[in-house]
């Protein structure tokens, strides 16, 4: 049987969603300029931006690049939230993806970086992700992600099950041709782990 979490309750339900992923303590984390400056990229790089939520990553991105910056989401709500936060930003270079992570509607060595914070969690299979992940980048392009792992604290992450170590993360990645280069743990039992296609 297939669960998938990805229940839309309506309004108020996204409302809320919204509220949380813009949240200002998210930013306190992990700043996410901080986060893509610690990524290896030009201002040329294209960019894949998974799960993008609400563009927590995808807006910034799309300041530091003049590349394309892609954000992909199942949520057309939230595309479209991205897709008005940009035009304010006056962003011309962020294109919407309607698709799922297991499945990139992008040519094969399309991008330079694809970035995940806290999405890899929530798919079915972390292996077909990255899978796809390994298609979309580039050899010598990066992967960057954001996770929880709270093992050994008292921190309240997504349920244990779901979580995915660095440890887990490095070997999967090792196994689609991606070398970890950066791995550091943050404050709430977040990590951020940047990984290089060798391959």
């Given at each position: 049987m297939?669960h998938?979490?990805?229940?839309?309750?309506?309004?108020?339900?996204?409302?809320?969603?919204?509220?949380?992923?813009?949240?200002?303590?998210?930013?306190e984390?992990?700043?996410?300029?901080?986060?893509?400056?610690?990524?290896?990229?030009?201002?040329?790089?294209?960019?894949?931006?998974?799960?993008?939520g609400?563009?927590?990553?995808t807006i910034?991105?799309?300041?530091?690049?003049?590349n394309?910056v892609?954000?992909?989401?199942?949520?057309?709500?939230?595309?479209?939230?991205?897709?008005?936060k940009?035009?304010?930003?006056?962003l011309?270079?962020?294109?919407?993806?309607?698709?799922?992570?297991?499945?990139?509607?992008?040519?094969?060595?399309?991008?330079?970086?694809?970035?995940?914070s806290?999405v890899?969690?929530?798919?079915?299979?972390?292996?077909?992700?990255?899978?796809?992940?390994?298609?979309?980048?580039?050899t010598?392009?990066?992967?960057?992600?954001?996770?929880?792992?709270?093992?050994?604290?008292d921190?309240?992450?997504?349920?244990?099950?779901?979580q995915?170590?660095?440890?887990?993360?490095?070997?999967?990645?090792?196994?689609?041709?991606?070398?970890?280069?950066?791995?550091?743990?943050?404050?709430?039992?977040?990590?951020?782990?940047?990984?290089?296609?060798?391959?």
């Open positions: 297939n998938h979490h990805h229940n839309h309750h309506g309004e108020a339900g996204f409302k809320r969603k919204v509220d949380y992923l813009d949240r200002p303590e998210r930013s984390v992990l700043a996410p300029e901080e986060f893509l400056q610690r990524i290896p990229m030009e201002k040329t790089a294209s960019i894949l931006d998974l799960g993008a609400t563009g927590f990553l910034p991105a799309a300041k530091k690049v003049e394309t892609f954000a992909l989401d199942l949520d057309t709500k939230m595309l479209e939230l991205i897709e008005t940009a035009k304010t930003a006056e011309a270079n962020v294109k919407t993806l309607e698709a799922s992570m297991d499945d990139i509607p992008l040519e094969t060595s399309s991008v330079d970086v694809v970035l995940a806290l890899l969690h929530e798919a079915d299979s972390l292996a077909d992700v990255l899978r796809e992940v390994s298609r979309v980048v580039k010598g392009g990066y992967f960057a992600s954001l996770e929880f792992d709270t093992k050994g604290t921190l309240k992450g997504p349920p244990m099950e779901i995915i170590s660095a440890e887990k993360l490095k070997e999967e990645l090792a196994g689609f041709g991606f070398e970890v280069v950066q791995n550091w743990e943050l404050d709430e039992g977040m990590y951020v782990s940047i990984a290089e296609k060798k391959e």
